[in-house]
């Protein structure tokens, strides 16, 4: 066990409550922490990947080549531009932070037997709530993020996902007021006696991100104090590194690097402190460490906000400490902004965009929503890439980093962000606006068909706005021998959870989206089947971890429903498609499966292992273990009865181990398959119809 006493980073008065409440009350089991730590530490990776695009937008929406010129010479930046460059080194700086941030929290998670969860975990759209965030941020009103371009009142946004937690403050799994609330919490987990070292070794450190695939020396984080000659090199006067100011610095970090490896609970304890003093600061200062290198992301934006008209505002209260800079002596408005952030409009949707932009553009046509697709789906593309690297070897995670990473955030989704604001919308609700991306979590299908999907999707911009055809045919589809990694052959056998070790549903078959052509038996759930090779899969059968075709072996042995899925009540297709609990009468309730034909049926199919009925003699009980019942009694009361005398007649369901009381709302999700059922109370154990 790890000496805490020794190791163990500064706690505050309610963090060692908390600590030794996880140590003393028996409820807390090894177990029970070490699952709760799993779970948070994927909320922190959600709430870290929802600021990134938020960051990334306002970034996007700064013209930093204003006055510049072309050949480079004098440059002739205006005062606000020289702000616009400064605003954006930033602002980059943090988004930089950020993906740190979200790597260390997926190390950690990895480090415990978790598969850190990144593709379509994006908030679906924006404004966004924070996830767990309380509904009142620190200045009293819902804590609502848009997407918006850079202004005083999208600083004040960023000051409150960055706002300091106080000194006594309570540490929170949800409901939580700052960030670093949650941060605490994880770092209490951490910290508590139940959990040893050992418990951070199941993701071999090899495997993890490695401290050489970061650099906070991001050039696009610099930004210039005065106008230079960017002719000059470095050793004359006014050269452009003259001037250079460094948003971020090299040393902000607790652990021996800023990208830490996890492999005990001192490693994973540094993470978090690197995490919780970049984002507000280092005891209550507006700096990142103690050696004042670089500021914290809260001062980064206040510094910025001190700068502009309106602060400081009476209505948004800024935290007492650190203390907040006085109000700079030159403050630009609104105006002074116009000229150089680009117009962007606040929470676009591809939907609202139009689909031409010929009037504006009649010699080089443009599709915003072909395009805008494209845009986002190379956003999910990259947060797969992210997923793989988990899962490539080690030796080649450096090459595979920069050739999916690197090109896909540098030369890719920044070349085509620059190029859509360029553009005008000339119609509709973003009329006047430039052309910006939405971050939307376009869906790219399975993981081993998002490369060929996100191809599609470049080739179809492609024909609809050729002056866009250049990225997908130089990046994508490798016209000049550099193109993004096709990762398919990694998850072509996989789920989402092969990157944990301990993924229960590793020899699982993936649950199909669609069952195959063809008319076989019908039924609503796995288990239910009345012969061999009648389930979701149909007669061919599925592939098995070793890259076989088998089909179930008999009857009770399908893995789930035969025909297509449904939502709710009188949506099933034909006979025995009922699936039953949370609607429907006694009599249906206490007889899943069993109705006579086509809008018969009792709620959703298929019937996952968390739902009870709500009415009728099965009352509280699992609906998927009374259709089990049924089945046996009702359907097939020869098999029942066959399997009275000898049980081996017919076996337990497929994975009894796993699936004693159904098909999992787990497992559904490992297959990246949406499972919902009727109802808003959330207790239905899938998604909601009515969410």
């Known amino acids: 066990m790890m000496n805490t006493a020794t190791t163990m980073p500064r706690l505050t008065p309610a963090e060692k409550a908390l600590v030794h409440k996880f140590n003393t009350n028996p409820d807390w089991t090894h177990d029970t922490l070490l699952a709760k730590l799993k779970t948070l530490l994927q909320v922190a990776i959600k709430v870290e990947l929802s600021t990134i695009p938020i960051y990334l937008y306002?970034?996007?929406?700064?013209?930093?080549?204003?006055?510049?010129?072309?050949?480079?010479?004098?440059?002739?930046?205006?005062a606000a531009a020289l702000f616009a460059n400064?605003?954006?080194?930033?602002?980059?700086?943090?988004?930089?932070?950020?993906?740190?941030?979200?790597?260390?929290?997926?190390?950690?998670?990895?480090?415990?037997?978790?598969?850190?969860?990144?593709?379509?975990?994006?908030?679906?759209?924006?404004?966004?709530n924070l996830l767990d965030h309380a509904t009142d941020g620190p200045d009293g009103n819902p804590l609502l993020i848009p997407l918006a371009p850079f202004s005083f009142a999208q600083l004040w946004q960023f000051l409150e996902i960055e706002y300091p937690e106080t000194s006594d403050a309570i540490p929170e799994d949800d409901n939580w007021q700052t960030l670093g609330q949650v941060y605490a919490y994880i770092r209490c987990l951490i910290a508590c006696d139940k959990l040893v070292d050992a418990d951070f070794k199941h993701g071999a450190r090899a495997q993890q991100i490695q401290p050489s695939n970061y650099s906070s020396g991001n050039i696009d984080a610099v930004f210039p104090a005065a106008n230079f000659n960017a002719s000059n090199p470095p050793a004359q006067a006014g050269s452009a590194a003259s001037q250079a100011q460094y948003a971020n610095a090299s040393d902000s970090h607790a652990g021996r690097a800023e990208?830490?490896?996890?492999?005990?609970?001192?490693?994973?304890?540094?993470?978090?402190?690197?995490?919780?003093?970049?984002?507000?600061?280092?005891?209550?200062?507006?700096?990142?460490?103690?050696?004042?290198m670089e500021l914290s992301h809260?001062?980064?934006?206040?510094?910025?906000q001190s700068q502009l008209q309106g602060y400081p505002s009476a209505s948004q209260p800024l935290a007492a400490q650190p203390a907040p800079p006085a109000a700079a002596a030159m403050q630009f408005s609104a105006s002074d902004l116009s000229a150089v952030v680009f117009n962007f409009p606040s929470n676009p949707r591809t939907a609202d965009y139009p689909t031409s932009l010929l009037s504006k553009n009649p010699n080089s046509p443009a599709n915003p929503q072909d395009i805008s697709n494209f845009c986002n789906g190379l956003f999910q593309y990259m947060l797969i890439l992210s997923e793989t690297t988990f899962l490539v070897p080690s030796q080649e995670q450096k090459r595979y980093f920069n050739q999916a990473l690197h090109l896909s955030m540098i030369w890719i989704l920044d070349k085509l962000v620059q190029q859509m604001a360029k553009l005008s919308i000339d119609g509709g609700q973003f009329a006047g606006k430039h052309f910006a991306p939405t971050f939307e979590n376009y869906n790219l299908g399975a993981r081993d068909q998002a490369y060929a999907n996100l191809v599609a999707l470049g080739n179809k911009m492609a024909i609809s706005s050729p002056g866009f055809a250049w990225l997908p045919q130089d990046y994508i589809t490798n016209s000049k021998g550099v193109s993004l990694p096709d990762v398919s052959s990694?998850?072509?056998?996989?789920?989402?959870?092969?990157?944990?070790?301990?993924?229960?549903?590793?020899?699982?078959?993936?649950?199909?989206?669609?069952?195959?052509?063809?008319?076989?038996?019908?039924?609503?759930?796995?288990?239910?089947?009345?012969?061999?090779?009648?389930?979701?899969?149909?007669?061919?059968?599925?592939?098995?971890?070793?890259?076989?075709?088998?089909q179930n072996a008999c009857?009770?042995?399908?893995?789930?429903?035969?025909?297509?899925?449904?939502?709710?009540?009188?949506?099933?297709n034909c006979k025995y498609q009922g699936g039953c609990g949370l609607y429907g009468d006694a009599e249906e309730q206490n007889n899943p499966g069993g109705n006579a034909c086509r809008s018969l049926g009792s709620c959703a199919t298929p019937i996952n292992a968390e739902r009870f009925s709500t009415d009728g003699p099965n009352q509280g009980q699992g609906v998927w273990l009374r259709a089990r019942q049924v089945f046996l009694e009702k359907r097939w009361p020869a098999i029942a009865r066959a399997r009275e005398l000898d049980p081996t007649k017919l076996p337990g369901p497929p994975h009894p181990e796993l699936f004693a009381n159904g098909p999992t709302f787990a497992w559904f999700s490992e297959s990246s398959v949406g499972v919902t059922a009727c109802g808003s109370s959330g207790m239905s154990g899938a998604g909601s119809c009515a969410a």
């Open 86 to 128: 400064q605003a954006g080194g930033r602002i980059m700086s943090v988004a930089v932070e950020e993906m740190l941030h979200m790597s260390l929290s997926s190390n950690i998670l990895y480090s415990v037997g978790g598969g850190p969860q990144l593709y379509l975990n994006a908030p679906g759209s924006y404004p966004t």
């Open 555 to 572: 009857a009770g042995q399908g893995y789930c429903s035969s025909t297509a899925d449904h939502s709710c009540r009188v949506l099933n």
């Open 490 to 550: 990694y998850w072509s056998n996989a789920t989402p959870s092969t990157l944990s070790k301990n993924n229960p549903y590793a020899n699982v078959p993936k649950f199909p989206a669609n069952p195959p052509a063809g008319a076989f038996d019908p039924h609503t759930c796995m288990g239910l089947n009345s012969c061999k090779g009648q389930d979701r899969f149909g007669p061919a059968g599925h592939l098995n971890q070793h890259g076989q075709m088998v």
């Open 259 to 292: 990208l830490l490896t996890i492999q005990d609970k001192k490693s994973a304890l540094h993470a978090i402190d690197t995490v919780t003093e970049q984002g507000e600061g280092s005891n209550s200062t507006q700096w990142d460490d103690s050696k004042k």
């Open 298 to 304: 809260y001062y980064k934006f206040l510094t910025l």
């Open 58 to 78: 306002s970034y996007y929406s700064l013209d930093r080549t204003f006055g510049s010129a072309n050949p480079p010479s004098e440059t002739n930046y205006s």
